[in-house]
Each structure stands twice: as structure tokens, then as C-alpha cells.
């Protein structure tokens, strides 16, 4: 199934989803790594994230070629708070393999982390969409296609915030940051290779607008339906309006 150029995979399961878009993963950055000695690759931290990351640690990948960046963080969390995005990654998967190196947002800060980006821009990205159709916290009220910036802080909305919640990351709405530091959408539409992780039925709104609706901002994802090699995988579930 394709959308404009978005490729889109569906499978019965999360668990199938993730082991494919991991296989896929590990290809394209063999590809890249036969390209150059060494690559950026950008890494979403959320729990939709959780199958494609695990299979993802069983591939066979040169990850001492590999230096690691995430795409964004919270504003007023310490560094090392369990609902930290540097945190979760590291857990998961930033401990687990052999990377030449990892780099948090949380060491460099706002400015810091854009220019490292301008001089090491991501070779992939791998992400997910949120319920309002966010990619990394590119908001709706915030994105832009053409944004000027690399690295922006951003106002959280309601939607993305209670997000947090759904997803068992904090407990409360009110313990939810108000804002985040994000990379914005031309960084990552400017990587050669796109990873899209999109599980569970409370996806499956957002999904049908990147997929079906207009490209347009109201629905951030949807500009990876521009991408020329981007790839969109789901569960049933998320893609049960389609």
C-alpha cells in the first residue's frame, strides 16, 4: 500500500509489526553503512516504540558504526527522571548495543543539540505519530514544513499531553511538562531513510489523517507522505480506518 510516496505495512500484530520494521531498519542502515563509515540515527522514545526498538536490538548491525540521537525531551525534568526521553532510550535501547556514541539532548541543551545537528545531520529516523499527529512534539499548533529552526522549544497541547498519560508515563495531567524541546520537521524529512512505528488503536485517527487526509500541518505526518524513502508500519489496529 503506498500514500503519494509513504510505503505502509500492516500486520495482525504489534509483535510482527516490530520484527518487520526492525529487519527493514537493520537493511537500510546496512545500506547506509556501505555508504560511509560511520551514521547518525535518530530514535523515538515512546512506548509504541517498545516492539520495534526490542527486535531491533537482536539485528546484526555494525552499531560501533552507528553514533545515536534522540529527537526529543521535556523542558524542567531532570536528566535522569524515569519519564525523561534520554532516559527511556538509554533503558531500552542506548545501553543495550555498542554504539560509537550517544548523544542527549539533555547534555548540550536547545542550542547545543542544533549544532551538533547542522554538523551531523541523521542519516535515519526512526519515529512514531502521536494522537494529534505529531512526529517527534511537532504539535499541530506548531509545526512547520519549511521551519527555520533545528532545535525549538515548544507549548505542549492538551491532546499530546494527555497522550502522556493514556501511555502510563505520568500519572496526572498536571505532572505532565508544559513543554519540550524538539527537532523540527525539515530535520527529519531531510534524512534518507525514514522508520515510521505506528501500533494500537488509539493511533488509528491520526493514522487515517497522515494517510487519507490533505498534507497539511492540522496533521503533521502527514508530510512523510513526501518523503522518497520513508516507511509507515502498523498494527491492525492503528490501521483499521484506512
Not at 537493520?26 to 547518525?40: D, M, P, T, V
Amino acid at each position: 500500500m503506498k500514500a503519494d510516496q509513504l510505503n505502509i505495512k500492516v500486520f495482525p500484530t504489534r509483535s510482527e509489526m516490530g520484527k518487520a520494521a526492525a529487519k527493514d531498519a537493520a537493511e537500510g542502515l546496512g545500506k547506509l553503512l556501505s555508504q560511509r563509515e560511520e551514521i547518525y540515527v535518530m530514535f523515538a522514545a515512546a512506548p509504541s516504540q517498545n516492539d520495534f526498538l526490542e527486535a531491533l536490538t537482536e539485528q546484526d548491525v555494525p552499531w560501533n558504526r552507528v553514533n545515536a540521537l534522540h529527537m526529543d525531551e521535556y523542558v524542567g525534568l531532570p536528566s535522569d527522571a524515569p519519564q525523561a526521553f534520554g532516559t527511556w532510550l538509554k533503558e531500552r535501547i542506548f545501553s543495550r548495543l555498542p554504539f560509537k556514541s550517544v548523544h542527549y539532548i539533555s547534555d548540550y541543551g536547545v542550542r547545543g543539540y542544533a549544532d551538533l545537528l547542522a554538523e551531523c545531520p541523521p542519516d535515519a529516523v526512526f519515529c512514531g505519530i502521536g494522537e494529534n499527529g505529531h512526529i517527534a512534539f511537532n504539535d499541530p499548533h506548531v509545526a512547520l514544513f519549511d521551519d527555520p529552526e533545528i532545535v525549538k522549544v515548544v507549548d505542549l497541547d492538551l491532546v499530546c499531553r494527555t497522550q502522556q498519560v493514556h501511555d502510563g508515563c505520568f500519572p496526572d495531567l498536571e505532572s505532565v511538562p508544559l513543554q519540550a524541546a524538539t527537532v523540527t520537521i525539515p530535520v527529519m524529512m531531510e534524512a534518507p531513510l525514514i522508520i515510521c512505528v505506528v501500533p494500537c488503536i488509539s493511533k488509528a485517527a491520526a493514522v487515517k489523517a497522515a494517510v487519507n487526509g490533505p498534507v497539511t500541518t492540522a496533521c503533521p505526518a502527514s508530510i512523510l507522505r513526501l518523503h522518497p524513502n520513508a516507511t509507515l508500519y502498523c498494527d491492525k489496529d492503528s490501521a483499521s480506518l484506512l
